[in-house]
């Protein structure tokens, strides 16, 4: 009896050469010896078929960042970082990836979300020539890799929109390898590079525009050492929406409409008009992990991360906007419980071990412990109620102060220090409108990249860089701005 469904599809050759016929591997043999396919041995390690029909740009994306080992800094499955298709949400909704596939503009702003560096172009923007020097400078190297977004029908293929990764080139035959991450209906395959410019130079009809190519390099260091913000869903969820809008357009116009003539009124200004739904704006990020024995030491890489957060974490307590901070939260006696702040926590980290974001949490039995750990810090422990299951976690939030009683230092469930590098990381324009040219003065220096240490100057830089994609994403207008955002 016949099986519905389809098995594969047969290249349609010319123009397509298949990578693993006679002619395919002479190709690359060719240009194996004139060292243009070096970038290839990276991406093939690394090489997955796309998990559903429609997530062609969401398993490009994944293949070039596992290359280029970029660390995503949240847990996949188990106890382990790894870019996955599933994690890929932060510009569009899975659900709509699977439904309608995903454009050029949103698989960008992936890539800049993940904290690689990018460099996107549409074929509107560049030429033929610039696209085969950027094939050439991405197929000598390990350290770039290249994703093209074409037409499948310029290619005498079946389907339409497609993205892929480029895997070489051989400079002699002008002839590029598309490893097409489809792998159920094509093979990996060698098209003329001219023709892939052509399935380029083609128009989206969900969005007008041109399709492209980008580019996709490691960042200098890991971005999100400490504060990592994650923007999960924000152009449909509506929490993101009203905190874009508060730091980006409410605290402007607060600052300049009020009077403010200290640093301390502006602080007060800004942390009295927050959002009810702030707190979940800033993950707590802390290293998670699931218990499995009460004495189970941390491992190498645990302590060496924590390590790192106690420097930046120092670094932010030594600034002077940190100081007036927590000046101004200690005399209006705002406090709050530790114990409601540390029971989102373990939420959060179940919803990371879990690696799904649909799952309902409830935690128990949460309570800190001071010095519980290897390194300083605070031990956030809980027990995970999901289904009728549990599971027992445990947070190691790393501080030097944080008290588990209600008292002075549990002044604010994010932290002072959060909240300290939240402002940091508001554009300089933020406080422009202050009116008192003296305090104007004040607040530029409180805020001045160039007092900060190189490390905390990096955590701020990547929050802010978050911001602007967050207020990109709001704005939808990833479609028109490609580039990397404006510190």
């Not at 293929?157 to 480029?166: L, M």
């Not at 007008?208 to 449909?236: A, D, N």
């Not at 929490?239 to 009077?259: F, G, T």
């Not at 029971?343 to 039995?365: D, N, P, T, V």
């Amino acid at each position: 009896m016949a099986t519905a469904g389809l098995y594969r599809r047969s290249l349609p050759s010319p123009p397509a050469i298949d990578f693993s016929s006679a002619e395919g591997k002479k190709i690359f043999s060719e240009a194996l010896q004139k060292g243009t396919v070096e970038g290839f041995f990276r991406l093939i390690s690394y090489f997955q078929t796309q998990s559903e029909p429609a997530y062609c740009g969401l398993a490009s994306l994944s293949v070039v960042l596992n290359a280029l080992s970029i660390d995503p800094g949240r847990k996949w499955k188990g106890p382990w970082r790894w870019f996955n298709e599933s994690m890929l949400d932060c510009c569009e909704p899975l659900e709509v990836v699977k439904a309608k596939g995903i454009s050029f503009g949103k698989v960008v702003c992936l890539a800049h979300c993940t904290g690689a560096k990018v460099e996107a172009f549409r074929t509107n923007q560049t030429t033929i020539d610039d696209f085969r020097n950027f094939v050439m400078k991405c197929s000598s190297s390990e350290n770039c890799h290249m994703i093209s977004s074409y037409d499948r029908g310029v290619f005498k293929q079946t389907g339409s929109d497609h993205f892929s990764p480029i895997g070489g080139y051989n400079a002699e035959r002008d002839m590029a390898l598309i490893l097409d991450v489809a792998r159920f209906k094509y093979p990996p395959h060698w098209v003329p590079l001219k023709l892939l410019w052509e399935a380029m130079d083609s128009i989206d009809q969900s969005t007008g525009k041109r399709r492209g190519f980008m580019l996709i390099s490691r960042p200098h260091r890991e971005p999100g050492l400490l504060y990592t913000l994650y923007i999960k869903q924000c152009c449909k969820d509506e929490s993101w929406v009203n905190i874009a809008k508060y730091l980006k357009e409410d605290v402007p116009r607060l600052v300049s409409s009020q009077h403010v003539d200290s640093v301390e009124k502006i602080i007060s200004v800004v942390f009295k008009s927050l959002p009810s739904n702030f707190n979940t704006f800033i993950r707590w990020v802390a290293e998670i992990r699931i218990t499995e024995n009460a004495k189970e030491n941390l491992s190498a890489e645990e302590k060496s991360r924590l390590n790192l957060k106690q420097v930046v974490l120092k670094e932010v307590h030594e600034t002077e906007l940190f100081k007036h901070i927590s000046k101004f939260l200690s005399s209006v006696g705002y406090e709050d419980s530790m114990t409601f702040a540390a029971a989102k926590a373990c939420c959060q980290g179940a919803e990371i071990l879990s690696g799904c974001s649909s799952i309902e949490f409830c935690c128990r039995e949460v309570k800190c412990v001071n010095g519980a750990v290897e390194v300083e810090g605070t031990l956030v422990t809980g027990v995970v109620v999901c289904d009728g299951s549990e599971q027992n976690v445990d947070l190691l939030v790393p501080s030097t102060h944080i008290d588990c009683e209600y008292g002075p230092e549990a002044t604010y469930p994010a932290g002072n220090d959060l909240f300290t590098v939240l402002l940091l990381a508001l554009p300089p324009q933020t406080w422009s409108g202050i009116k008192d040219q003296a305090l104007l003065n004040e607040m530029k220096q409180l805020i001045s990249m160039a007092f900060l240490p190189t490390m905390l100057q990096e955590e701020v830089l990547h929050l802010r860089r978050q911001l602007q994609l967050l207020k990109r994403c709001q704005e939808n207008k990833e479609e028109e701005d490609l580039a990397a955002p404006a510190y």
